[in-house]
């Protein structure tokens, strides 16, 4: 069967990423230029920066260039909560009964089927169809690419064609137009990034008034968590700070049901959480852990002779700015001061209000790469001078990539408890 050709190249580009490449900055380290898969320009002015994704063993960051061409490191939301948030007792369980292999196991498969889920709610929200006979050429070629036990597709596939169908009985009940999709965004007031899964109009069915929202996609089905109520408030901050013409009204956790007759979904309203009181309190926190951090990279490289030379030689360290200034384009760098979004004086409720005394947070040491699996259409170019490890002259060395001391943390992950 011929495949559809979309309207949206970028959604085609998303659900394919085959046809896409990464440009490896250092073995095992990536860049990507994140690029939102819809954004409507009649609605929106498009942000004036750029923002990338650093991606390696252990490392996930956000960043954009200043106006001098130095580039700005940002936590996503995701890791920014995990510095701060104490372990859920209900998770703690649950790893307990699973053990530490089980757990990852389960965990892994359930952000994979997460990330797949996804891909299927953007390609139906912006396309405004969806086949699905395409669904098990789709859940095959994303198995092969994400490198997933067989055992995946029997669990996803019944499953996935029901979760469109629930988020299709979403989207028509609330006449749902999307603002954008995945849209990557930054924070300079408060120093955090992140990708926000669709803020869009939407039409309360009993009152018929319309009203804008951030609806951030989970794919459990036992309700949510602090966590997820977190996240959504610091999503409006950051959209709030960009967008300050386009106000969000309301947010809401949306999550497909196991239903069996009739599409049905979860769909909570976050917009009056009262643990979002203690954000100002937990960005302070997380400022405290992230100054405490160091940017570097130790590369061990060359060969290593104990009779002879010295053990200096066998390694260089590096800073992730010196890294990516290394290896970024000119056309990557603004030539002029760059317009990001001034620090409002009073952004969004009380509740949102900046920490008195509170500093920019020094991002620096890697993170966990696990976090918001934002998704990018568009790679960043990466190349310039060779770096101290690339053997300029032709010379053999033997790469020991990095392996910085990050801890497995389940806090956050889309997990079934």
Same mark, same amino acid.
């Given at each position: 069967m011929k495949k559809e050709?979309?309207?949206?190249?970028?959604?085609?580009?998303?659900?394919?990423?085959?046809?896409?490449? &990464?440009?490896?900055?250092?073995?095992?380290?990536?860049?990507? %230029?994140?690029?939102?898969?819809?954004?409507?320009? *009649?609605?929106?002015? %498009?942000?004036?920066?750029?923002?990338?994704?650093?991606?390696? =063993?252990?490392?996930?960051?956000?960043?954009?260039?200043?106006?001098?061409?130095?580039?700005?490191?940002?936590?996503?939301?995701?890791?920014?909560?995990?510095?701060?948030?104490?372990?859920?007792?209900?998770?703690?369980?649950?790893?307990?009964?699973?053990?530490k292999e089980g757990a990852v196991e389960k965990r892994d498969l359930a952000a994979a089927y997460g990330t797949f889920m996804h891909i299927q709610f953007e390609r139906l929200v912006v396309n405004r169809s969806y086949n699905f006979d395409e669904v098990p050429g789709e859940l095959l070629a994303y198995m092969e690419r994400e490198n997933l036990p067989d055992k995946f597709y029997a669990d996803s596939l019944s499953k996935i064609r029901k979760d469109v169908l629930a988020f299709a009985q979403f989207v028509r009940d609330y006449n749902v137009k999307p603002l954008a999709i995945e849209i990557g965004l930054v924070s300079p007031t408060y120093h955090f990034a992140g990708c926000v899964d669709m803020p869009c109009v939407m039409t309360d069915p009993k009152t018929g008034k319309a009203f804008t929202a951030i609806v951030d996609f989970k794919s459990g089905r036992k309700g949510f968590y602090e966590e997820h109520e977190l996240q959504l408030h610091l999503y409006r901050m950051m959209w709030d700070e960009n967008f300050?013409?386009?106000?969000?009204?309301?947010?809401?956790?949306?999550?497909? &049901? *196991?239903?069996?007759?009739?599409?049905?979904?979860?769909?909570?309203?976050?917009? %009056?959480?009262?643990?979002?009181?203690?954000?100002?309190?937990?960005?302070?926190?997380?400022?405290?852990?992230? =100054?405490?951090?160091?940017?570097?990279?130790?590369?061990?490289?060359?060969?290593?002779?104990?009779?002879?030379?010295?053990i200096s030689d066998n390694y260089v360290t590096l800073s992730l700015a010196e890294l990516i200034k290394s290896k970024s384009e000119a056309n990557d760098k603004p030539e002029v001061a760059a317009n990001v979004p001034e620090a409002p004086e009073n952004p969004g409720n009380g509740q949102n209000k900046p920490v008195e005394g509170e500093t920019q947070v020094k991002t620096s040491k890697p993170t966990s790469a696990r976090g918001n699996a934002c998704k990018t259409a568009k790679t960043g170019k990466i190349t310039g001078e060779p770096l101290p490890w690339e053997n300029p002259k032709g010379a053999t060395a033997d790469f020991i990539p990095p392996r910085p001391d990050v801890k497995e943390n389940l806090l956050n992950d889309e997990i079934d408890l």
């Open positions: 050709e979309s309207n949206y190249p970028e959604l085609d580009a998303l659900t394919r990423p085959e046809e896409t490449e &990464k440009t490896e900055i250092y073995p095992g380290m990536t860049v990507e %230029e994140i690029n939102a898969v819809f954004f409507d320009t *009649d609605a929106l002015r %498009e942000p004036p920066y750029r923002v990338y994704r650093l991606d390696g =063993e252990g490392h996930r960051y956000y960043y954009r260039f200043d106006e001098f061409g130095e580039p700005v490191f940002y936590p996503s939301v995701t890791t920014l909560l995990k510095q701060v948030m104490p372990t859920s007792p209900f998770l703690i369980d649950w790893m307990l009964a699973n053990g300050p013409e386009v106000r969000i009204d309301r947010l809401y956790n949306f999550s497909p &049901k *196991d239903w069996r007759t009739k599409p049905t979904y979860n769909l909570k309203d976050q917009t %009056e959480s009262v643990n979002a009181q203690k954000l100002p309190h937990l960005l302070a926190l997380a400022a405290i852990e992230d =100054e405490k951090r160091e940017n570097t990279l130790t590369i061990v490289r060359g060969v290593l002779d104990l009779d002879k030379g010295k």
